[in-house]
Structures are given as C-alpha cells and as structure tokens.
C-alpha cells in the first residue's frame, strides 16, 4: 500500500466489517443525516432543550459503538497495543456519540414536530 487513497479505506472497512454490515452502516448514517437535514430545514431552528436532551445521551452512543466495534472485531480492551489503539478507541466513541446525538435530535424533532410559539 503506496498511497492512501479513499479506496484503500472502503477495503479495509469492507474487510473489517464485512461488505453487507458496512455499506448497511453507510446506508443508515446517509439517512440520519437527510432526516437531520429536512428537521433543520422544516424547523428553521434548533431547539435547545431537544438540543441538550441529544448531548445528555452521548455517553450512551460512544459507549455503544466501542463495543459495537469491539464485538464485531472480536477483540477486547486487553487486545490494545500502544497508544494509537488508545486514540482508535476515543475517535470510536467521539464518532458514536456525536452520531447518537443527531439520531436522538432528529427522532425528537420527527416524534414531538415543532412547537407553535404562541
């Protein structure tokens, strides 16, 4: 492998994942994302209590996707090698947290709709 390149990257994810798991997880992301797009567009505003009620369950997400990661390498914590796995593992957790607290804004903002200032 001379050069990085972005197909280089979808081979190693294929071959870590598996090619159905991951193009089903790019498939979900691309879908969070259009429903976090129309809520932004249809509210024209964020909503800070939906707001911090996201940021409240990002512990949950990172949590989630380090052991979802962990699961499905069948790896563990005392697998870890060196300080580039520690730094793996946090941009894991950074990546599942961020990307809960957008699901959790959009299902709020799609089950409770916005509010009508009176």
Known sequence: ME??????ILAVFE??????????MVVVAAVITVGYI???IRDREMSMRKFLL??????????????FVLWVTRSGLQHMGGPIDALLILAIFGAGAVG???????????????????
């Open 3 to 8: 050069e990085m390149t972005l197909g280089t």
């Open 15 to 24: 071959e870590m994942f598996g090619a159905g798991l991951f193009w089903a």
């Open 38 to 40: 129309y809520v932004l």
């Open 54 to 67: 996201a940021q409240l369950s990002m512990p949950i997400g990172g949590i989630a996707a380090v052991w």
């Open 100 to 118: 809960f607290a957008i699901l959790v804004y959009v299902a709020q903002s799609l089950v409770r709709g916005k509010k009508v200032e009176s």
